[in-house]
């Protein structure tokens, strides 16, 4: 989908809860707060938790409809919202201490290009958490987008993996009310050196 797409889909209603998601909940729940760059923010709902628990948060999406209701918010002011295409931004700020790129699905070049300059904003010890819908998702789950060209995979997500220290690099289960999904999660650390 294009931008315009975006835009269009978030002109007509709110697309996501206010809340995080869970698993992206459960995992920065105990980080320290410090810089983090929510790329593909769409309407905020994770650079807004964050800042609201201290954290100095960008969130880049080139839907300038989401990253507006997100904006429009109690925290909203607090975040940095950068109307921009993640595939070509380059403004980062230095030594991210955690990057998030949840639910962003690209061709996977594309995805490796990204991630791979993510992990290199991150200062060393900075963390990238990837969650988006599993490749397997379309035989065997429910929802999502359904081009598996652009789904994620712990085999697609291999070469980004090897850049890290990996805690996680699975599929991971999420129940919704129309059944159960498959996500893939990517959580791990900068090396302090490499
Ligand atoms: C499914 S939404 C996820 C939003 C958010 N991460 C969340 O979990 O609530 C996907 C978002 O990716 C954004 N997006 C897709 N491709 C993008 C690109 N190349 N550059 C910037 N944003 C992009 C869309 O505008 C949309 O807001």
């Not at 960008?58 to 919202?81: I, K, N, P, Y």
């Not at 639910?103 to 594309?110: C, K, M, S, T």
């Amino acid at each position: 989908m294009q931008a315009e797409d975006w835009d269009a889909r978030y002109a007509e209603k709110a697309q996501w809860s206010a809340e995080p998601n869970a698993l992206v909940a459960e995992l920065c729940a105990d980080l320290e707060p410090g810089v983090a760059v929510d790329l593909a923010a769409g309407e905020g709902r994770h650079a807004l938790w964050l800042v609201a628990r201290g954290w100095e948060v960008t969130a880049v999406d080139f839907a300038a409809v989401g990253l507006d209701r997100g904006r429009d918010t109690e925290h909203g002011a607090a975040v940095t919202w950068a109307v921009d295409d993640v595939t070509n931004w380059s403004t980062a700020p230095g030594s991210c201490d955690l990057v998030l790129v949840v639910y962003l699905h690209l061709p996977e070049a594309g995805m490796t290009a990204l991630l791979t300059r993510a992990v290199d904003w991150l200062r060393p010890g900075g963390r990238l958490l990837l969650l988006g819908h599993d490749v397997d998702n379309v035989a065997h789950g429910v929802g999502g987008p359904q081009d598996t060209t652009i789904l994620h995979s712990v085999d697609r997500l291999a070469p980004v993996a090897a850049l890290l220290d990996v805690d996680r690099c699975e599929q991971v289960r999420r129940e919704t009310p129309a059944g159960t999904a498959l996500d893939t999660l990517l959580w791990g650390t900068r090396p302090v050196s490499r």
